[in-house]
């Protein structure tokens, strides 16, 4: 067993620090202000190799493995997290996706292309009525002749506004609930497919989320991703490599809120003394830093496993069970030791606070989490 982080690993994680600290924090507070999308920040991240992380090169990506791609999620979220939610969203939702269930020909044309960041991809499973009970989808997809058509309404795509691309989960029927669930590629000009509301939301605001709507949407049959009915399990495994993802955006929200926090500690003076002094912050401080560590263990835990390539469905839900509420209760202490600095615009802990809370949500809930690796324990 080896605690140490490989060569290629760290000096993955420099660059990233590097990029985030010079690229994204200057401009971070505006952009969570106005939901501005980050274009030129991504546009330059796709340069560098980070839309796809571990895609092999041949497709496009820069061919790392799963602790390298966690460590680039970690770093971005550490100083914007809206930036770790859209290349998280592109590497893990859309590119694995396509790199574990596409064609050749689909690789080719998709996969290539976006690993490589010319053009940006989403993933949108949920709808009005199916958020945790993904089954319940109702948007249709109908065959018809060497095309497929799509309607119905989809929501919360994260980054479907600004996509070029997406898969679409979307169903043969209804009543077949989980077996008539199909995944498919859909390109962002096809004709009938119209970007809706975009949400203003409580945190990660520069990544944008937004409805879509299918009206007689048109999609030749090659861009079916799987077979017919095969898109549950092409979705949950997806989402297997998603969970592990968003526990690293969990830790480095969770560290960029530490971090900020002992900063402040050790410049706050109040009754004569630096507050670090006081063994209350202190306490508080521990238990962070000890949380996020945990955090960390559990996260390239997951992401060694799959590496592996062994079982690690329960290992990624297992992380983000702990990570997302850990994110959660780390920001709210950072916030604390702020005291009233802390409730400011003018001070990142707060931001922090309000991204945070989504960790809990997307890629499934917390209580989602449980109910997973639940399943799993029944079947051991
Ligand atoms: N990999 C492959 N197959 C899987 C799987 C996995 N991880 N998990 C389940 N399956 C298979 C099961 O084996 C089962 O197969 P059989 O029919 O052969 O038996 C089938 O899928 C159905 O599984 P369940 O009976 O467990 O399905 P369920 O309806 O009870 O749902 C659930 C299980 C875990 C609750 C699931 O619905 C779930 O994960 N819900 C949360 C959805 C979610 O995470 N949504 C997030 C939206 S995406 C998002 O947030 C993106 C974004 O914009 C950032």
């Known amino acids: 067993m080896d605690f140490e982080l490989s060569e290629e690993h760290r000096l993955v994680r420099q660059t990233v620090r590097e990029f985030a600290e010079k690229e994204l924090a200057p401009g971070v507070q505006e952009r969570d202000e106005k939901q501005e999308f980050p274009y030129e920040q991504i546009k330059k991240l796709g340069e560098l190799g980070f839309m796809g992380v571990a895609i092999p090169e041949k497709y496009g990506g820069a061919g790392l493995d799963s602790i390298a791609y966690a460590i680039v999620i970690e770093e971005l979220s550490r100083v914007e997290a809206a930036v770790g939610t859209i290349v998280s969203v592109n590497n893990t939702l859309f590119c694995e996706g396509l790199y574990k269930f596409g064609t050749e020909e689909q690789k080719q044309k998709y996969l290539v292309p976006l690993a490589s960041g010319k053009g940006l991809g989403a993933y949108s499973l949920s709808e009005a009525g199916s958020g945790s009970d993904a089954a319940a989808l109702k948007t249709l997809i109908t065959p018809d002749g060497d095309h497929y058509v799509l309607n119905g309404t989809k929501m919360w795509v ?223």
């Open 158 to 380: 994260s980054s479907g506004g600004n996509a070029t691309h997406y898969i679409i989960f979307v169903t043969l029927n209804p009543e077949l609930r989980h077996k008539g669930i199909c995944a498919i590629i859909v390109e962002r000009e096809t004709e009938g497919l119209k970007i809706g509301k975009k949400e203003n939301k409580l945190g990660i605001r520069s990544s944008d989320t937004v409805e879509l709507i299918f009206d007689n949407v048109r999609v030749p049959k090659a861009n079916l991703l799987g077979g017919e009915g095969e898109g549950f399990k092409i979705a949950m495994n997806i989402l297997d490599d998603g969970r592990v993802s968003i526990s690293a955006q969990s830790i480095g929200i969770a560290q960029g809120a530490f971090e900020a926090a002992l900063k402040y500690a050790k410049e706050r003076v109040q009754f004569g003394k630096p507050i670090i002094e006081y063994q209350a912050i202190q306490n508080k401080l521990a238990d962070m830093a000890t949380e996020i560590d945990a955090g960390r263990l559990l996260t390239y835990r997951a992401a060694y496993l799959r590496e592996q390539k062994k079982s690690y469905s329960k290992e990624a839900s297992m992380a983000k069970l702990f990570c997302a509420p850990m994110a959660n209760r780390v920001a709210n202490q950072a916030v604390q030791i702020h005291g009233g600095y802390g409730y400011l615009k003018d001070f990142s802990v707060e931001r922090f606070m309000r991204d945070a809370k989504i960790t809990e949500i997307y890629e499934g809930t917390t209580e989602i989490q449980r109910i997973v690796i639940a399943k799993h324990l029944k079947n051991e």
